[in-house]
Every structure is written in C-alpha cells, then in structure tokens.
C-alpha cells in the first residue's frame, strides 16, 4: 500500500469515493490524521463534489450565463503588456 506524498494522493479521491479496499481503510486514515496536505487534498476533493451536486454554489449551468460572466470578469483584468511595448510606448525605446 502507497499512503504516502508520492503516490499522486489517487487513493484520496478512492476514499472520498467510498473505493478505499477495507484492508488498507485504517492505514489511509492514519496518513489522513497525520498529514496536513493529505487533509488539505481531502477537504478539496469534498469542496469540488460538493460545488459539482449544489445549484445553490454552482448557480447556472447555462453556457451562455457562464460565457456572459467570464466576459464581464476578463474586461475588468488589467492587460498584460509585453516589456518592450511598454517601454516603447512610454517612448523609454526610439
């Protein structure tokens, strides 16, 4: 059994998912109790399911609602502007 970091923490997402084989149920509760970013990994996992099943945290799922809003957020990012655009527009460059 791989309980620890460099396993690519699959066997969380198998536990969240109720997948966990018995034998290795305790051992993967224990690296859960003693590891910080196996439990960060878990409280996310969760997070993300629960965001997928909740219309209440996911609002819409209407693609054009989704599209609309991700427009109105990207024209309120500021534009990044490669270093010597910048410098030529504030005439640094000639």
């Given at each position: ?69 991700l ?5 309120q ?18």
């Amino acid at each position: 059994m791989n309980g620890g970091a460099g396993d690519g923490r699959e066997w969380i997402s198998a536990l969240a998912d109720g997948q966990c084989e018995a034998q290795d149920l305790a051992a993967r509760l224990d690296v859960l109790v003693s590891d910080p970013q196996a439990r960060q990994a878990w409280q996310a996992y969760h997070l993300i399911g629960d965001v997928l099943r909740s219309r209440d945290l996911a609002p819409s799922t209407d693609p054009a609602v989704f599209l609309e809003r991700l427009s109105q957020r990207l024209s309120q990012e500021p534009v990044a502007v490669p270093a010597s655009q910048a410098a030529a527009m504030l005439g640094v460059l000639r």
